[in-house]
């Protein structure tokens, strides 16, 4: 028997490596953009923070010039 009719020739082997790589590209980017949001929020937590401890440090030394 033939390839071409055990799993449909060149045309269906093409189809099938497209959609495997549509599948593994759209997995990628998902993961991407979910790790890309995770750190912008990381970023910003870490970004409150330090302005959270610049305005404490800023308030102890002038009380304690005065």
């Known amino acids: ?9 060149a045309k269906a082997h093409i189809k099938r490596v497209q959609k495997k790589n549509n599948t593994v590209k759209s997995d ?4 991407r953009n ?3 949001k995770e750190m912008a ?6 970004q409150d923070q ?8 800023d308030t102890d ?4 010039t005065t």
């Open 50 to 57: 330090k302005t959270e401890i610049i305005e404490v440090e």
């Open 28 to 31: 990628m980017n998902r993961l």
């Open 41 to 46: 929020e990381e970023l910003k937590k870490m």
């Open 34 to 36: 979910a790790f890309q």
């Open 1 to 9: 028997m033939p390839k071409s009719r055990k799993r449909g020739g």
């Open 61 to 64: 030394s002038e009380t304690q």
